[in-house]
T-cell receptor, first 115, second 109 residues
């Protein structure tokens, strides 16, 4: 069975451009998480979906960040008017249930560089 | 103050050494803890998790939690070059994971 996949793996954007990052979770996984990992830091929570419902977006750093999961499977994280401080690796994780954090499976991440 | 703190290292040891990786946490509500391993340019992968206090062993890895001092440890016995990676401690809060900064480990042949 395939794991969590993310695309693109690398993205270079000029400051001010909009970007869209895609996550394909493990089939059948109900929960989906987005994390942001700055260089030399641990991942930090951005947002959480249970099926198509976005239940927690407390970690989104600004209103330029928007995430969706319209059919409860694939998710897209969109960043509008990118800034240099948005440069980071964006990790997606999925889990079968939400109850236990140890069931989160991570994708390889999308490395975003804003120039 | 971050809820989970970890010395970033880097930590360099010779092959075969015993490695000790540590984290501290501030939130008494955390009920269990995880260790993730992250290779360069890869996503984190779960190594071990432990509930409450005590030890858990899995092969060459032992995870230890001391709730009285809010201290989490991961021990690696007979370390191998393939263990070279960043090790992240984490605790779940409302389903989301709260990570430490990560400790970079290099095991030299």
């Amino acid at each position: 069975g395939a794991g969590v996949s993310q695309s693109p793996r690398y993205k270079v954007a000029k400051r001010g451009q909009d970007v869209a990052l895609r996550c394909d979770p493990i089939s059948g996984h109900v929960s989906l998480f987005w994390y942001q990992q700055a260089l030399g830091q641990g991942p930090e929570f951005l947002t959480y979906f249970q099926n198509e419902a976005q239940l927690d977006k407390s970690g989104l750093p600004s209103d330029r960040f928007f995430a969706e999961r319209p059919e409860g499977s694939v998710s897209t994280l969109k960043i509008q008017r990118t800034q240099q401080e948005d440069s980071a690796v964006y990790l997606c994780a999925s889990s079968l249930v939400r109850l236990r954090g140890d069931e989160q499976y991570f994708g390889p991440g999308t490395r975003l560089t804003v120039t | 103050q971050k809820e989970v703190e970890q010395d970033p290292g880097p930590l360099s040891v010779p092959e075969g050494a015993i490695v000790s990786l540590n984290c501290t946490y501030s939130n008494s509500a955390f009920q269990y803890f995880m260790w993730y391993r992250q290779y360069s340019r890869k996503g984190p992968e779960l190594l071990m998790y432990t509930y409450s206090s005590g030890n858990k062993e899995d092969g060459r890895f032992t995870a230890q939690v001391d709730k009285s001092s809010k201290y989490i440890s991961l021990f690696i016995r007979d370390s191998q070059p393939s263990d070279s990676a960043t090790y992240l401690c984490a605790a779940p809060r409302l389903g989301k994971l709260i990570f430490g900064q990560g400790t970079t480990l290099q095991v030299k042949p």
